[in-house]
């Protein structure tokens, strides 16, 4: 037995005791039975189908109250993301709810509802809000790294929903889920003592009241303490189980769809572009050519926009001045300097994120041994070493359907005899007939690499 169930037995044991010695001290089972009491009364409730009518009935209405509250919290809290209006307007009924007394709202209700109905309701609109402010949170805080990946490889809504938004806010949707997994009996237990529905533990709680019948009275409290307790656990314990984990085959469906593939590589112009963040000047009437089909390698020191241009090139941000055309539709494949791996796909889903999954499959394996990482398919990103992960982003960017192709620094922190290795197994392969943007530092690379050479300065 650890030290915890120990300790929490000697803490119940000793509740216990005060329980029966205040009991005794009373000397009045009628004001305060005992714990013997209460448990003859208990047995005697246990043997009687009503009492496990009750419970349903009870178990009933929290259920459903939270699936209600959690399905329209989620769906509320994903309008208000989309659209500030609709935020606007749900703050104030958003409020309200959470800062008004569950009596005050029983009252009301039962003027407007049927009796059996009514904790359902009630407890409805004080998880609600617990549910839409949790949601909201975690869509607001959702990275806007993850976000860009659905615009570069074009994820559709239903991709975008299942593949980052629900992964993405499994931690708010655990917290959600848990705190009114412990309000929800609260709320309903109350609601079901005023509002006297035919079947509930609420109820039968008030008739023991009427008819003095005190020990049932504390049976039916010790009844709902333990089935809330219960419930709140075994809730908990669910939500605690909804972990990433690796695992083998593809989530992914179809990505992006290139509507002609034998799009030509285009011709980037980049005219007088401007750019500032925060006051801060970072690209300064800016005009750069990338010829079709060649490889031009951007340099310049560390600030000075490279990463900026490559933005913009990208549709990623918008430039302040100036204009970027293409001499042919433009289809774009970029390597951030991020990984930018998604930490609940498997190694092999973050690669094919763009074309969808099994049928690539052979030219996935293909490129992962290339680059040396084919063990870690079926693995979550943190599985990997930090290079290993940046060669699954790479991987998925030479995947991609593409014309033109941006990488920037694609072989950051590899050494030099790996680098060498991918250079001279993938670099012709991958880059062929594609205009290339290589931002990078390394001279070396420049020469070996770039068919031409910009400069930002």
């Known amino acids: 037995m650890s030290e915890n169930k120990r300790k929490n037995i000697i803490a119940s044991l000793l509740w216990l005791a005060i329980w029966q010695a205040a009991a005794a001290a009373v000397g009045n089972g009628l004001l305060l039975p005992g714990p013997a009491g209460t448990v003859r009364a208990l047995a005697g409730l246990a043997v009687t189908g009503e009492f496990y009518l009750n419970m349903g009935w009870t178990f009933f209405r929290c259920i459903l109250a939270m699936v209600l509250s959690f399905g329209a919290g989620a769906l509320c809290a994903g309008a208000a993301c989309r659209w500030p209006a609709a935020k606007s307007i749900l703050s104030l009924p958003v409020a309200f709810f959470k800062a008004v007394p569950v009596m005050a709202l029983v009252i009301y209700v039962i003027l407007l ?7 359902v309701i009630v407890c409805f609109f004080m998880c609600f809000p617990i549910v839409y402010a949790n949601i909201l949170a975690g869509l607001e805080s959702m990275p806007e790294e993850y976000l860009e990946l659905t615009r570069i490889y074009g994820l559709g809504r239903w991709q975008r929903i299942r593949l980052i938004y629900v992964p993405g806010i499994l931690p708010h949707i655990r917290s959600a889920v848990s705190l009114i997994a412990g309000i929800s009996w609260k709320a309903v237990v109350a609601a079901e003592v005023l509002s006297i529905p035919k079947y509930s533990l609420g109820y039968e709680m008030l008739n023991a009241k009427y008819y003095l019948e005190t020990a ?15 419930f709140e656990k075994l809730i908990k314990a669910a939500m605690n189980r909804i972990e990433w984990h690796g695992y083998e085959g593809s989530k992914v469906e179809r990505g992006r769809s290139v509507n002609d593939t034998s799009l030509s590589a285009p011709e980037v112009s980049c005219h007088s572009l401007s750019k500032s963040f925060g006051g801060k000047l970072v690209l300064d009437d800016v005009n750069v050519t990338f010829g079709e089909g060649k490889v031009t390698a ?3 020191p560390s600030g000075e ?6 933005r913009i090139i990208a549709g990623l941000e918008t430039a302040d001045g100036g204009q970027v055309e293409f001499s042919d539709e433009a289809v774009v494949s970029f390597l951030f300097q991020e990984d930018r791996l998604l930490p609940w796909l ?17 030219r996935v394996r293909t ?7 084919s063990d870690t398919l079926w693995q979550l990103p943190a599985a990997l070493s930090g290079g290993m992960r940046h060669r699954a982003a790479l ?18 922190g590899l050494d030099d005899a790996l680098k060498e290795r991918i250079v001279n197994k993938l670099w012709e392969i991958e880059t062929a007939g594609k205009t290339v943007i290589l931002i990078t530092h390394n001279q070396d690379d420049v020469e070996k690499l770039g068919d031409v ?3 930002l300065q």
């Open 395 to 412: 991987a998925r960017t030479f995947l991609a359907e593409c014309n033109l192709l941006i990488l920037d620094e694609p072989f950051r």
């Open 346 to 362: 498997n190694i092999y889903d973050n690669i094919v994120l763009s074309v969808g999954g099994a049928e690539c499959s052979a």
């Open 216 to 230: 049932n009275l504390f049976a039916y409290i010790v009844t709902i303490v333990a089935l809330s307790l219960a």
């Open 367 to 373: 490129l992962a041994e290339r680059l040396e990482i």
């Open 113 to 119: 509802a049927d009796s059996d109905w009514v904790a």
């Open 298 to 300: 951007v340099m310049g």
């Open 305 to 310: 926009g490279k990463t900026t241009l490559a």
């Open 453 to 455: 050479v910009a400069k």
